[in-house]
């Protein structure tokens, strides 16, 4: 049909008439003008509304560039020139920002040439056309852009001026003038213009491709602005003008289904939008062909749109089909490949395919260095996304030097984020380790039962085989708690933790409490490729725990550094520098907005004096994340010995299936298990009758992280009452009976902890300055409500949320800082709920303990944590004393075990309506681990009034 239009045009029209340089000819098109046909305008033309025009004839006197122009106050110019045999020269209609059509074209004397003056859809109205010598002068933008609006202003003038109803001549001025005034940058005044011509191309012209033009036209600048909702309507209308006028499989239809899936897009529609991009693919790929410039963009935008959704297995065939078809065409000459290859390397690094992606990244790298040039910024970047991959692989030092050497092509370089884990395990996540915890919490219950069966049935409390039960159930619980042995599912060194606990140690005389993200922003900012970024960078005030900009500390930084000596500032700089590189940019900037170095100062004494003998490196971080498996190691062994093989088996199978205390949190890290171990220790050596030593060592976890001091309050309360007891039996208190000596020497123990250590505390760490900041420290977190808080107060203070949460919004600090809102008014109206509470919890404890062994009181005592302290989650890991109660009650064994299984399945969340969110989930586990604990310290209470009747 194309070729019958071709040569219809080229026989049956009239004899051209001749055009002369330098002389402007006027004309006007008719309503049944001749139609004006090329390949171009049939892919762009409604065959309804065809393109009209005159032709003119044009004899060159002399060879050279001729530079021909068309204008037209009334409707939309479309310019052809042909040669003798009728083939195109050169078309136009957007020239001057898509005002006035203008071609140059080398043209030869001798020859004749002809010039078609059309109408783009055929609209009648007067033009002028002219030709003249030379290509036109020089002219920046800015200038054609005024050229543009005063001709385009003085085209609305005159046709308003007609005094005549609006017509087509009208909106199509109005058009043209709204376009170029927003060229000009007056937004609002250019979607005022295009609102008016869109209104009188409906009125005159209704389901018109001019109308659809309007619609999409104004529907773009809407959605460039963020009015996405008010875009969408006008891409519909365009759509079903597009369907009717040009028919479903059009590229003019496919332009604006494209319009309108931008529209949903941007209006989070994505499951609208995805349909619409890929319907408009189909349409181009059949009408303009797989490789034509507009199907490839499209391709391209269908595939990052795909991928942005994780949609790995729809977008990795856009990709692989886009770089076959540029590879077809320009071999490995197309820089665009190269953009094509790192898109596929992002998610084949998603899907652990990192041999495939390291390959793809490789050659992304050839063709930028060979296509860009070995320094332009688009190969740095290619060469940073490299370095990091290779770093997430392990191979730091080749990973290291391609950044440093990107950085130093581009100092202000994309570093972009590490989508890996070095030795990243596949078949051992999160969900399946918390299906595991559960059904090993109940396989160990029923191990448990059955061995209480057994030694009711033969009345002795072991045999061998159950023995070796156990002691098998002992090795697989720590396996389980240690995600055998893949640890934080891949990675045994918790780098994030790490970076906070070993630097906040070996710097503390110059960080405190307060300057290590300050500080870290600072050696951040004199790393080539951080420089810029770090100027756009928010961190964490942790004088305050608000977010702030980086600019306000970068504005100190001359006074934070005068904390440190030169070498000592080189140490720090060095030690985050490791950090840094072996995390994301995103990553990273993420660690500085956690909150802080918050150990205590008798803490220090031991981190510090260790970390100050490393250097971060791969060895040092290792070593240092080891000690607490020797901790966790000993904590097992001392259990056994404590309390035999059964019932160790049983306390750690409940702080492997412990949801709160799973290893993920802490574990990989530098002393992060220290006060665990020593809580432990204390209850074993009181269950061996060696209460002094009990007493150091709780003395000792209380110096460590404050909260185990809440265990002291079953002892005071048991030694309290037995020493009421005596004096109502008159046997005085003095001297002190064997009860009495058990619970002096545990508290003198404990006394002789803080003798010792507390003077130390002061003399190494900076004097009582130090204890105050720590208080001041404590103080302010215990203001900060976090998603992973357990306790009473944060039962009390949990409030249901009552707008729909987003994944993309959740965890933001917007949304963190309406949470926060949400929990501090949770409590200031449940403060006297809670208070009331506590103050029943501890006349419950005061009861349960009377008459009891001192360790027994003190695991009561470890109850009254949950009642009475909010804690981080992980800290729950103390669920493990508790379960020693399982000896004198073996009941409690299946409550807590029972509690870890119904922790998991909350957190699991595998029905529909459980929360997915960690503050929701928590406040619920919360809830649970008090009426377990209250339902122990209830039993105990009963028990002993029972015996006293």
């Not at 070796?468 to 720590?478: D, K, P, Q, R």
């Not at 440190?564 to 990273?588: G, H, I, L, Q």
């Not at 791969?618 to 020797?630: K, N, P, R, T, W």
């Amino acid at each position: 049909m194309l070729l019958a239009l071709l040569i219809a045009g080229v026989l049956f029209q009239d004899p051209a008439p001749g055009l002369k340089v330098g002389e402007t000819t006027t004309g006007s098109i008719a309503a049944d003008a001749p139609v004006v046909v090329t390949e171009r305008i049939a892919r762009a033309a409604a065959s309804a509304f065809p393109t009209r025009g005159r032709t003119f004839a044009f004899a060159p006197e002399s060879s050279g560039p001729r530079r021909v122009e068309l204008r037209s106050y009334e409707f939309k110019p479309y310019l052809v020139v042909r040669d003798e045999k009728g083939a195109v020269l050169a078309e136009d209609e957007y020239s001057l920002f898509g005002i006035l059509p203008r071609v140059v074209v080398e043209l030869e004397a001798g020859h004749a040439y002809s010039i078609d003056a059309a109408s783009r859809c055929g609209q009648p109205g007067e033009f002028e056309l002219v030709v003249n010598v030379g290509a036109p002068e020089e002219s920046t933008n800015e200038q054609r852009a005024a050229d543009a609006l005063t001709f385009a202003r003085e085209g609305v003038a005159r046709l308003e001026a007609r005094n005549v109803p609006a017509d087509t001549a009208l909106g199509t001025a109005l058009h043209r003038l709204a376009y170029a005034t927003l060229v000009g940058g007056q937004v609002p005044e250019a979607i005022a213009l295009f609102r008016r011509a869109l209104e009188v191309r409906e009125s005159v012209l209704g389901n018109h491709p001019l109308t659809s033009e309007t619609c999409r036209s104004l529907g773009g600048v809407l959605a460039q602005t963020g009015d996405a909702a008010g875009a969408a309507p006008l891409f519909e209308r365009a759509v079903r003008i597009d369907e009717l006028v040009f028919g479903p499989n059009h590229p003019v239809t496919a332009s604006s289904l494209v319009g309108l899936a931008g529209a949903k897009e941007a209006q989070g529609e994505l499951a609208a939008a995805e349909p619409l991009l890929r319907r408009a693919l189909a349409i181009d790929e059949t009408t303009l062909g797989p490789d034509e410039p507009t199907t490839m963009a499209l391709r391209a935008r269908l595939a990052l749109f795909l991928h942005r959704q994780s949609k790995f297995a729809d977008a990795l065939p856009l990709y692989a089909r886009e770089l076959e078809l540029r590879e077809a065409k320009s071999g490995a000459n197309d820089p665009e490949s190269a953009r094509v290859l790192e898109a596929m390397a992002a998610i084949h690094e998603q899907l652990g395919d990192t041999k495939t992606a390291r390959s793809e990244l490789e050659r992304a790298l050839a063709r930028r260095e060979a296509t860009s040039g070995a320094n332009s910024p688009a190969t740095a970047e290619t060469m940073a996304h490299l370095g990091v991959l290779l770093q997430a692989l392990g191979e730091h030092d080749a990973g290291s030097e391609l950044v440093r050497r990107a950085t130093a092509i581009d100092t202000s370089v994309f570093i972009p984020e590490m989508t890996l884990q070095e030795g990243k395990a596949s078949w051992w996540n999160e969900r399946t380790a918390r299906w595991w915890r559960l059904l090993w919490a109940a396989a160990v219950a029923g191990l448990f039962a059955w061995s209480l069966r057994r030694e009711r049935a033969t009345s002795t409390k072991s045999t061998t085989p159950l023995r070796g039960l156990f002691a098998a159930s002992l090795v697989v619980s720590a396996l389980t708690y240690t995600n055998f042995l893949t640890f934080n599912y891949g990675t045994f060194v918790h780098r994030w933790d790490e970076y906070h606990y070993f630097v906040g140690a070996k710097y503390f005389d110059e960080l405190g409490y307060d300057g290590l993200y300050d500080c870290t922003v600072i050696a951040d900012s004199e790393t080539p490729g951080w420089s810029e970024r770090v100027k756009t960078r928010w961190l964490r005030d942790l004088r305050t725990n608000e977010m702030v900009p980086a600019e306000q500390v970068l504005a100190n930084g001359a006074a934070l550094k005068a904390r440190f000596t030169p070498e000592r500032w080189r140490a720090f700089s060095n030690d985050v520098a490791w950090f840094r590189e072996r995390e994301s940019a995103d990553r990273w900037e993420h660690t500085t907005a956690d909150h802080g170095f918050n150990a205590t100062p008798v803490w220090t004494l031991a981190g510090s004096w260790i970390a100050q003998r490393f250097e971060a490196s791969d060895g040092s971080v290792l070593a240092l994340a080891l000690l607490d498996q020797f901790y966790l190691v000993a904590l097992i062994l001392v259990a056994v010995w404590g309390f035999g093989l059964r019932i160790a088996a049983v306390a750690i199978a409940v702080l492997a299936t412990s949801l709160p205390a799973e290893i993920q949190w802490t574990g990989g890290s530098f002393l992060r298990w220290d006060w665990l171990f020593f809580t432990v220790a204390s209850f074993c050596c009181l269950r061996r009758d060696r209460p002094l030593l009990g007493g150091v060592a709780l003395g000792y976890a209380t110096l460590l992280r404050v909260f185990p001091g809440f265990v002291f309050v079953g002892p005071v309360f048991a030694w309290g009452a037995h020493l009421m007891s005596v004096r109502r039996e008159g046997r005085g208190v003095l001297p002190l009976d064997a009860h009495s000596k058990t619970f002096a020497r545990f508290f003198a123990g404990a006394a002789l902890s803080a003798v010792v250590l507390l003077p130390l505390s002061l003399v190494a760490r900076g004097g009582v300055a130090t204890w105050s900041h720590f208080a001041a420290n404590s103080s302010k977190h215990m203001t900060t409500p976090l998603t992973n808080h357990m306790g009473l107060r944060t039962v009390v203070s949990w409030r249901p949320d009552d707008r729909p949460i987003a994944e993309r919004d959740h965890d933001t600090e917007e949304w963190m800082a309406s949470f926060r809102a949400a929990r501090a008014r949770g409590w200031s109206e449940s403060k006297l709920l809670y208070w009331i509470v506590v103050l029943g919890w501890l006349a419950l404890l005061a009861y349960a303990v009377r008459g009891r062994e001192l360790w027994v009181a003190a695991a009561l005592g470890a109850t009254l944590i949950a009642a009475a302290a909010e804690l981080t989650s992980y800290y729950y890991a103390f669920v493990v004393v508790i379960a020693f109660l399982c000896e004198r009650r073996p009941r409690i064994a299946f409550v807590l075990l029972g509690l870890g299984v119904l922790s998991l399945f909350v957190a699991l969340a595998p029905l529909p309506g459980m929360s997915p969110w960690l503050e929701n989930q928590f406040a619920s586990i919360s809830c649970l681990t008090l009426a377990a604990f209250a339902w122990i310290l209830v039993g105990f209470a009963r028990e002993r009034r029972e015996l006293a009747v």
